[in-house]
């Protein structure tokens, strides 16, 4: 599967921003989904996830009651919808896929697909 991210931007502290990510190749059916970030000179963080069949949700502590992830299997797409950002969570954002459907926790290295990273740069 092909994962192809956008949305990403410049913007103030307290503003709102939603990264889009289209799946090109198979069907995200199957597949749970998510979002991890890189900031500059840190490893890779694991900021969401929206597992299939049941859509449950997982969030990263840093970005829980913030963020919400959503998906849309008829259109093959996921999304999320990040509200207050913080100067924090400036990073590049992946969108990626994991043939897992279930995990206590997740981890980048539970995802099998990933897109090219959106910067998301909050200013403070």
């Known amino acids: 599967v092909q994962l192809q991210a956008s949305g990403g931007g410049l913007v103030q502290a307290g503003d709102s921003l939603r990264l889009s990510c289209a799946a090109s190749g198979r069907r995200i059916s199957n597949y749970t989904m998510g979002w991890l970030r890189q900031a500059p000179g840190k490893g890779r963080e694991f900021v969401s996830a929206?597992?299939?069949?049941?859509?449950?949700?997982y969030y990263g502590p840093s970005v829980k009651g913030r963020f919400t992830i959503s998906r849309d299997d008829t259109e093959n797409a996921v999304a999320l919808q990040m509200d207050s950002l913080k100067p924090e969570d400036t990073a590049t954002y992946y969108c990626a896929a994991s043939t897992r459907l279930y995990a206590v926790g997740w981890r980048p290295s539970d995802f099998n697909f990933w897109g090219q990273g959106t910067q998301v740069t909050v200013s403070s």
């Open positions: 929206i597992l299939w069949p049941t859509g449950r949700e």
